[in-house]
């Protein structure tokens, strides 16, 4: 923090500041690597899964699911950060059962870099939160759903200037009561999907 604090007031103070070099023990350093500290993380992007919705005793309602994804993280370390995400997705007229199908995820994030010292960077997810799901059809087949679920993924990103990058994720997602009403239920517990994302770290 008082490094920070440094920063700002000669940054405040309007006084130029240039990266000088130093040398410790052989390893270079620059001044702005010395003042460097954990840093924001925050993408958004698209993503696909398995999940689908099944009449009781019946056929598939819907199958597959896609929408927009963002998540906002914190780095603790090169190698850690935590953080929170969020998932929608809606599908109108998916099948002659559904008229409307919306689903809401959020929940909290833990993503572990694997190679942070190389490029692209490969890293593990941890993620859990609560799963939102409402849908418009007949009236015997409407209803919603407020459940947890929790994830576990995998992803490579590859990073440009300026902290800009964009990756992929595959990921495996497990609801805990996967059932709407009487009739509407998930299937599967477990799905998998896929993420593509773009973002920004500074």
């Known amino acids: 923090m008082r490094r920070f604090g440094l920063l700002l007031a000669l ?3 309007g006084l130029p500041v240039f990266p000088q070099i130093y040398r410790v023990g052989g390893i270079t350093l620059s ?3 010395a003042l460097s500290g954990p840093s924001w993380e ?6 696909a899964s398995t999940a689908t919705l099944h009449v009781e005793k019946g056929e598939d309602a819907f199958r597959g699911e896609a929408g927009f994804a963002a998540r906002g993280l914190y780095a603790l370390s090169s190698w850690a950060a935590l953080g929170v995400e969020g998932q929608f997705s809606r599908a109108k007229d998916a099948s002659v059962f559904i008229d409307d199908y919306r689903v809401l995820r959020v929940g ?9 010292d190389t490029n692209p960077r490969a890293y593990l997810l941890l993620g859990a939160g609560v799963v939102r799901r409402e849908v418009q059809s007949l009236r015997f087949l409407a209803g919603s759903s407020t459940d947890g679920y929790a994830t ?3 992803g490579l990103e590859a990073h440009s200037v300026g902290g800009w990058f964009g990756g992929v994720e595959l990921y495996g997602m497990y609801d805990s009561a996967p059932r709407l009403n ?3 239920r998930v299937p599967r ?3 998998a999907g896929a993420h593509l994302r773009f973002g920004l770290q500074f």
């Open 11 to 13: 940054l405040l103070a």
């Open 152 to 154: 576990v993924g995998w």
């Open 42 to 47: 925050v993408g958004a992007g698209v993503f």
């Open 189 to 191: 517990r477990w799905t």
């Open 182 to 184: 009487a009739f509407l």
């Open 108 to 116: 909290g994030v833990g993503k572990f870099t694997i190679t942070p």
């Open 31 to 33: 001044s702005l690597d």
